[in-house]
């Protein structure tokens, strides 16, 4: 392994849905990772149980004993709806985008309360019968109730373009910043394998476009026109090439895996991965180093 390697890795909890919180943070720390990336959900510190904020405070003194630094990641599936995946989301109008709303200003609070880098989110899929001016209108207006409570508790947010969303590009994440003003707390969420599977420009230059805004990435493998999170080394991803454009634009937040479907074999697959990336720092060529 070299020596001089800036990036941190982390692992997601969505793909430890075998364990049990504390568990999975002491095999990721037990295996070297440097954080975690928390989705907050029934499974994993739930944010709408009883005594979230006496919960949340037993998880942040574990990851300090641990080592380990946490971004909040809120794509649990069926935590607001249990029959209808992601639903609602910030699209959706009324009681429905407050509910979202809603979910999102508890990932503020407990990500504050964490000392987390960041806590990433997306748009959601445009909802029947409404055209994109108005979603994007209600996505923008949903957006800015969660920075405004973001300014208040001094938390970073990342936007992650997601395929089959109403954005699901850094292009569409630029415009919303655009429309909004550019806040200085909306950063962006770059997963690997979207840009593969979903984006016009390749990665590196995928990675530069976004630059110093990147304040969360996921990692996995993916192909191109297929959004499946794949283990690393199965798909397209250049993940040297990546790797060293993200030293390149300077970023120094954690790079989680993202494998929501591994949790079966999650200590193998984990330790796979992060020998894979590994390795990938070892190939990345000398003049992209710090």
Not at 42 to 63: C, E, I, K, M, Y
Not at 230 to 248: H, I, K, M, N, Q
Request: aromatic letters at 4%; a negative charge; hydrophobic letters at 40%.
């Amino acid at each position: 392994m070299t020596t001089d390697r800036h990036l941190r890795f982390g692992y997601g909890t969505n793909g430890m849905t075998s364990h049990r919180l504390e568990d999975a943070l002491a095999v990721l720390a037990g295996l070297g990772y440097d954080g975690v990336a928390l989705t907050l959900d029934h499974l994993h510190l739930d944010p709408f149980a009883p005594g979230l904020p006496a919960r949340t405070a037993a998880v942040r003194r574990r990851l300090e004993d641990l080592g380990l630094a946490v971004v909040v990641e809120t794509g649990a599936r069926y935590l607001l709806d249990p029959l209808r995946k992601h639903h609602p989301t910030l699209l959706h109008t009324g009681g429905d985008a407050d509910r979202r709303v809603d979910y999102l200003h508890r990932a503020v609070e407990v990500a504050a309360d964490l000392g987390a880098e960041a806590m990433s989110f997306w748009s959601g899929t445009l909802p029947a019968g409404v055209d994109p001016a108005t979603a994007h209108g209600r996505l923008a207006d949903g957006v800015g109730r969660v920075l405004e409570l973001a300014d208040r508790r001094d938390v970073v947010c990342a936007f992650e373009p997601e395929p089959g969303m109403l954005v699901d590009t850094l292009d569409g994440v630029l415009a919303l910043r655009a429309r909004l003003g550019d806040p200085p707390r909306l950063g962006v969420t770059l997963d690997l394998g979207h840009v593969v599977c979903n984006e016009p420009r390749d990665l590196p230059d995928t990675i530069r476009l976004a630059g110093d805004l990147i304040a969360n990435v996921q990692v996995d493998d993916m192909v191109e026109g297929v959004h499946e999170h794949l283990e690393l080394g199965t798909g397209e991803v250049d993940f040297p090439a990546a790797l060293g454009a993200l030293l390149e634009v300077g970023y120094t937040g954690l790079c989680a895996l993202e494998l929501p479907r591994q949790s079966h074999a999650a200590p193998r697959v984990a330790e796979r991965s992060l020998a894979h990336l590994r390795q990938a720092l070892d190939r990345i060529p000398e003049a992209v180093r710090p």
